[in-house]
């Protein structure tokens, strides 16, 4: 069974930084895409982050462009998601995923997910 923990959130202050982790008990890990999504309330789940397998292929949402930065650690088994200059429309509920298909931005991509880790920043 694929488990993926999703850590870090938290309360932060506009223009503050956090860095969330996802644990991924994925045998395959180091094949997989992995990707951060959010969903903030009354608002559909949206595309924040992604990075293919190896590492190399990195993409993120036109909003988080600059100020987010993903990474993975395939020994670990974790996918990172190092956020800067947070703005309070960057709260919501931060969402892990993965998929051994090539990777993607679309919520169909992925064909697994974590619980959810909530950020909330203030202005």
């Known amino acids: 069974q694929v488990q993926l923990v999703e850590s870090g959130g938290g309360l932060v202050q506009a223009g503050g930084s956090l860095r969330l982790s996802c644990a991924a008990s994925?045998?395959?890990?180091?094949?997989?895409?992995m990707g951060w999504f959010r969903q903030a309330p009354g608002k559909e789940c949206e595309f924040v982050a992604a990075?293919?397998?190896?590492?190399?292929?990195?993409y993120y949402a036109d909003s988080v462009k600059g100020r987010f930065t993903i990474s993975r650690d395939n020994a670990k088994k974790t996918v990172d998601l190092r956020m800067n200059s947070l703005k309070p429309e960057d709260t919501a509920q931060y969402y892990c995923?993965?998929?051994?298909?090539?990777?993607?931005?679309?919520?169909?991509?992925?064909?697994?997910w974590g619980q959810g880790t909530q950020v909330t920043v203030s202005s």
């Open positions: 994925l045998r395959a890990f180091s094949s997989a895409a």
């Open positions: 995923a993965a998929t051994m298909r090539p990777v993607g931005s679309s919520l169909g991509d992925y064909d697994y």
């Open positions: 990075i293919n397998s190896s590492g190399y292929g990195r």
